[in-house]
């Protein structure tokens, strides 16, 4: 058996599109451009990288792109009084500090200052709780990616066994909250989780979301598992390489041939995660005028 390989490049590319019609829409409703303001903090070179493509999928999109990059050594008073002005400005329907912050920043002192209401990455304590208790707000862009992948390829997740391996409020707890809400039997895994590979075992879907090379192995999987892979790990370049290739956290080799499904790193996960961000951008920007917001 081979496994299908669920091509999240293709469908955030057809994500990206539908959220551009909708932002055309936007415009010519709301007589202004939806926008994103994105902040950064330094110079850390992964973030960079991070900060321009999020700029370019916005514009592509249609949306107005604000970017802030401030020196590392900025205060926090400074930082907190640039959030304070993106809140006030409705102009700004989305805002997102990148993350992670130099560390003389409090990161959960500066998430707390972002209005909910423009809290697109779904970082705010106010989301996590209104995803907890099933109201709706903003939800963390990676796991509501994997939640499309599941859903489109698995339609109803209800009475599935569902084991997500990680924790982080970033992505192990929104992604096992979103499963629950569909009805899925949940079981979160950890560092501290015993037995591991028995625990995988009985998932019709694994999350995996560690950042540990190639740990799921093909012999932990059900046959037939669905496995969303949101792990990005660089490995030690091998022998004339200069940079190391890239893996999730599934040894997809082995994993192809027992699984039903399963996402690819590179191309699976990642390229979810911004075409989200820009349809949450989208959302918010439709709520902030009093719109209904476009399926
Ligand atoms: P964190 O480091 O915050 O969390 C990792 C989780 O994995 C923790 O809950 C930890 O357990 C658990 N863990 C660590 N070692 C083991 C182990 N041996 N067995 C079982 N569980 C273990 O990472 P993130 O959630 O932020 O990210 C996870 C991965 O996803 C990373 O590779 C990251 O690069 C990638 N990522 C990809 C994104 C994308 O766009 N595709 C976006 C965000 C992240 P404990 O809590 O007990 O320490």
């Not at 955030?12 to 950064?40: D, I, P, T, Y």
């Not at 900060?51 to 107005?64: D, F, L, N, W």
């Not at 192990?172 to 009805?183: E, I, R, T, V, W």
């Not at 540990?212 to 037939?224: Q, S, T, Y």
Request: charged share 20%; with cysteine.
């Amino acid at each position: 058996m081979t496994a299908e390989r669920i091509n999240g490049k293709a469908f955030a590319a057809s994500l990206r599109e539908r959220v551009g019609e909708h932002a055309a829409q936007f415009e010519a409703s709301a007589g202004r451009r939806a926008g994103l303001a994105v902040v950064l903090v330094g110079e850390d070179p992964a973030s960079q990288v991070y900060v321009r493509s999020k700029h370019k999928a916005t514009v592509a999109a249609g949306m107005e792109s604000f970017e802030h990059r401030l020196p590392a050594d900025t205060s926090e008073e400074d930082l907190l009084a640039l959030v304070a002005q993106l809140n006030a400005d409705e102009a700004v329907d989305g805002i997102l500090v990148q993350l992670p912050l130099p560390g003389h920043l409090d990161e959960q002192a500066v998430i707390a200052s972002i209005s909910p209401d423009k809290d697109v990455d779904g970082f705010h304590v106010t989301n996590a709780g209104r995803l907890a208790v099933g109201q709706s707000g903003f939800v963390p862009c990676t796991p509501l990616g994997c939640m499309m992948l599941l859903t489109e390829r698995l339609g109803d997740l209800s009475g599935l066994e569902a084991v997500v391996i990680g924790r982080s409020n970033i992505v192990g707890k929104p992604m096992a909250q979103l499963l629950l809400d569909a009805n899925a039997t949940v079981t979160i895994a950890h560092s501290r989780t015993k037995d591991l590979p028995s625990v995988v075992r009985r998932a019709d879907i694994v999350v995996a979301a560690v950042g540990r090379a190639e740990m799921v192995k093909a012999d932990w999987l059900k046959e037939g598992a669905t496995v969303i892979d949101v792990g990005i790990n660089r490995l030690p370049p091998a022998e004339g390489e200069e940079k190391g290739r890239l893996v999730g956290d599934v040894d997809y080799a082995g994993a192809e041939g027992v699984a039903g499904a399963i996402t690819p790193v590179p191309g699976g996960v990642g390229p979810m995660t911004i075409a989200v961000l820009l349809r949450n951008t989208l959302v918010a920007a439709y709520r902030n005028a009093d719109l209904q917001v476009p399926d």
